[in-house]
C-alpha cells in the first residue's frame, strides 16, 4: 500500500511539524493560565447589555494591573484572569469594566500553580507509560518479524507526536491570539492520547491476526505487505470513526459555548493528528524497525 511505500515522506512531514513546535516552544514559551502561574480569577455579570471585549481590555489596560486576559463566558459575563490582587484592586477592577455584579473572585498562589503544573505533567507522563506497558503486553506473543516492545516503541512515537503538535499550535496561539493553557487543555490532552492510542491498537491488532494467520496457512509474505494490508483494511475505519468525530467536534466548536471553544479546537487539532500517527507514523514504524533488524 502506499503508506508503507511512501513512508519517508510521512516520516519527513511530520518531523517538519515536530520541529516547528518544538521551536515555537523555545522561542515563545507557554502562556499558562492562572491555573498554573497563580493569579486571581474575577467573573462580572452585567445586568443590562455587556461592555464590548475590546473596552473592557481598554479599561483593565488604564489600571496598570500588568498582563491580563479578558474571555467572554455567556452573553452577560466576563472571565478576568489577572496576577493576585488586593480587595481594593478588585473593586477598582469591577467599577472600570461598569459590571454591576461579581459572581466570584478567586485566587490561585503560586505554589499552588506550580503544584497543579507539575500534576498535569506526571498525569500525562503515567498515562503514555501505561499505554505502553498495556500494549508491550498485549502484544507478547507477536514476536517475529518485530519484537512486542517495538509496537509499544511505535505507539510512543505516536503519542508523542500527537501532543507535541497539537501543544505547538497553542503555543502559537497563546503568542498571536492570547490563548492561555488551563487545566482544560490538561484534560484536552488527555483525551487525545486516550483516542489516539485506540485508533493506534486497531491498527496493529490487525497486523497482529494477519501474521498469525499468515503463520496457520504457512504462507510467506513480507512484513511491509502484511503491515500495508493490515492499513488498508482498518483504513476505511479509521477514516470514518474520525470524521464522526470531527464534524461532532465541529458543532462544539461553532455553537458550544464560549467556555468550550478553545477545548473542542483542541480536540479538533488532536482527532486530526491522531488519526494521521495511527496509520502514517506508528504502522510504517513498525516496517522501518524491520527493515532495520534485517540490516543488522
Do not use: C
Not at 8 to 14: N, P, R
Not at 31 to 37: P, R
Not at 200 to 214: A, G, K, S, Y
Amino acid at each position: 500500500m502506499y503508506v508503507i511505500k511512501y513512508r519517508k515522506v510521512w516520516f519527513v512531514l511530520s518531523l517538519i511539524l515536530i520541529t516547528v513546535s518544538v521551536l515555537g516552544m523555545v522561542k515563545y514559551g507557554f502562556n499558562l493560565s492562572t491555573d498554573f502561574e497563580g493569579g486571581s480569577i474575577t467573573e462580572v455579570r452585567y445586568k443590562e447589555e455587556r461592555v464590548s471585549k475590546d473596552e473592557a481590555e481598554s479599561a483593565i489596560k488604564n489600571l496598570d494591573l500588568g498582563g491580563f486576559s479578558v474571555r467572554p463566558s455567556e452573553s452577560d459575563r466576563y472571565i478576568i484572569r489577572t496576577r493576585i490582587l488586593t480587595q481594593k484592586e478588585t473593586d477598582k477592577l469591577v467599577e472600570a469594566i461598569g459590571a454591576p455584579t461579581v459572581e466570584r473572585s478567586n485566587t490561585i498562589g503560586p505554589v499552588a500553580g506550580a503544584e497543579l503544573k507539575s500534576k498535569a505533567l506526571k498525569a500525562i507522563s503515567v498515562v503514555i507509560i501505561m499505554i505502553v506497558l498495556f500494549i508491550t503486553f498485549a502484544f507478547r506473543k507477536v514476536s517475529k518479524p518485530v519484537s512486542s516492545w517495538k509496537y509499544g516503541l511505535a505507539t510512543i512515537v505516536a503519542l508523542l507526536h500527537d501532543v507535541i503538535i497539537p501543544t505547538g499550535v497553542f503555543v502559537f496561539l497563546g503568542y498571536f491570539t492570547g490563548v492561555e493553557m488551563d487545566l482544560l487543555f490538561v484534560t484536552g490532552l488527555l483525551a487525545i492520547l486516550g483516542y489516539s492510542v485506540h485508533d493506534t491498537i486497531v491498527v496493529f491488532d490487525r497486523v497482529r491476526e494477519n501474521l498469525r494467520l499468515n503463520q496457520e496457512r504457512n504462507h510467506t509474505e513480507e512484513f511491509d505487505i502484511t503491515v500495508g494490508r493490515s492499513v488498508e483494511q482498518t483504513f476505511a475505519r479509521s477514516i470514518n470513526t474520525s470524521v464522526t468525530i470531527f464534524i461532532t467536534l465541529l458543532a462544539l466548536y461553532i455553537f458550544g459555548s464560549v467556555a468550550t471553544k478553545e477545548f473542542s479546537l483542541l480536540l479538533l487539532i488532536g482527532v486530526i493528528m491522531g488519526t494521521y500517527s495511527s496509520i502514517f507514523v506508528a504502522s510504517p514504524l513498525l516496517v522501518t524497525f524491520q527493515k532495520l533488524q534485517k540490516i543488522k
